[in-house]
């Protein structure tokens, strides 16, 4: 959810050049440079992630909704993926240090923190550099550290090794994951309690009553929010709505996806339309003119990149709570039953789970539009979207942090273990 696997992949190399040419000047290669210092919040919680915060992916847009205040936030980040596009916390660095020893993490965590009051931690980890990096600041300052996992770069998909992600948990005093396949999966790896935070909506966006079946809105034309992680997907999705009668709306978080191949006007032909992005503040009104949304997904047949196929498993996309919080929108995910995505709509009746064919897209559609079917589910959305309010989430996660566990537990209880699984002592 921090972007494109593939992108991501391709800037790697860039990433290296980078901390290359900062480790021959001598210094750390920074975006803000060491004036950042001055901005140092009296007392800081300091979060690291891979890339930028910002509402381009799914993780940036999580995290601002978490942190509506980041005042009192040193961001610190190991990738940029978005040229620098940042907008959160009161102090912003960059440290690529990809490639680069742990001595030497340590040492330039040290001359990017001098002066800094770090009263606790929060890591987002994609990439190995997030986890050494937050097993330095860990060593170095002593304080609590949590560590929230969007996506899975470890269980299903090679990038953070056992050893390293098993130092990582061991030294974390909470461990967060965003969907409960993925609390399942990592409690049974490393035999640590885990906990689920899944996406969360601001309370502003959220009505207070169901949103009806809209009358004027064309029946046959649903909505899709968000990035599509795979040219794979995107071509299944084409293919399911070529010649279907059926055709989508698609709001991108970019107006111009550079890390999928496709001809806007061939793409309109099978019944794909690209809008420009919405502003998360318009998403209500604009969702709310729709009869049901869209959510690709993977096949889990092994024909995807891995990293594409481990977000489908063990991620919960953002866009299946936003959809269902501020518009109380069926769903139809289109892809195996047993993705991330798909569980979430069949565990609270949400919508219909459909593979990439046509007939069976038209079908789940169809049984979706019917009268009967919208009311109920907007109804249970509803109850749902009340669950998904981010509000006051971030003390929420801080308290959690001090008790070493849940200071409720609201998710546990919304979202409990369907494979009989237990909870693994500490």
Request: charged letters at 20%.
């Amino acid at each position: 959810m921090v972007g494109s696997p593939l992108v991501i992949a391709e800037q790697a190399r860039a990433r290296l050049n980078a901390v290359l040419s900062a480790m021959r000047d001598g210094k750390p290669a920074t975006v803000d440079g060491p004036a950042a210092l001055n901005h140092f919040p009296a007392l800081a919680d300091l979060v690291v992630t891979p890339c930028e915060v910002n509402e381009l992916h799914g993780t940036g847009t999580l995290l601002l909704r978490m942190f509506p205040d980041s005042s009192s936030v040193i961001s610190l980040r190991t990738s940029n993926f978005y040229n620098g596009q940042q907008e959160f916390g009161a102090a912003q660095l960059c440290l690529p240090l990809a490639q680069a020893a742990a001595p030497e993490i340590s040492s330039w965590l040290k001359w990017y923190l001098a002066g800094a009051s770090i009263r606790r931690i929060m890591c987002l980890p994609y990439i190995p550099a997030d986890a050494v990096v937050t097993i330095a600041l860990k060593d170095m300052f002593g304080v609590p550290v949590c560590t929230y996992i969007m996506d899975d770069k470890n269980v299903c998909a090679n990038g953070i090794s056992d050893a390293l992600m098993n130092d990582l948990l061991a030294k974390s005093d909470l461990r967060l994951v965003i969907s409960p396949e993925m609390r399942d999966a990592y409690e049974q790896k490393y035999r640590m309690k885990f906990w689920v935070v899944p996406p969360l909506v601001p309370g502003k966006l959220i009505p207070t009553r169901p949103v009806t079946f809209p009358r004027e809105a064309d029946p046959r034309r649903g909505v899709l929010l968000g990035n599509i992680w795979g040219q794979r997907w995107l071509d299944l999705l084409r293919r399911t709505f070529r010649d279907s009668g059926f055709e989508v709306d698609w709001y991108c978080n970019h107006k111009d996806p550079k890390s999928l191949a496709f001809d806007r006007t061939e793409m309109e032909r099978d019944g794909i339309y690209l809008r420009h992005p919405v502003d998360e503040r318009d998403l209500p009104a604009v969702l709310s003119q729709y009869a049901y949304g869209v959510v690709p997904s993977d096949t889990l047949d092994g024909a995807s990149p891995p990293a594409v196929q481990a977000i489908a498993e063990l991620s919960l996309p953002s866009r299946i709570p936003t959809m269902i919080a501020t518009s109380h929108l069926p769903l139809v995910v289109l892809g195996h039953p047993k993705t991330s995505a798909a569980g979430f709509v069949k565990r609270f009746e949400l919508g219909e789970i459909a593979p990439y064919e046509t007939g069976a897209m038209k079908g789940a559609v169809e049984r979706l539009l019917r009268p009967d079917v919208q009311s109920a589910i907007r109804g249970r959305a509803a109850d749902v979207a009340r669950r998904l309010n981010s509000d006051g989430i971030a003390d929420w996660i801080w308290r959690s942090l001090t008790a070493g566990r849940p200071c409720d537990l609201r998710f546990e209880d919304l979202m409990p273990s369907l494979n009989g699984s237990h909870a693994h002592g500490e």
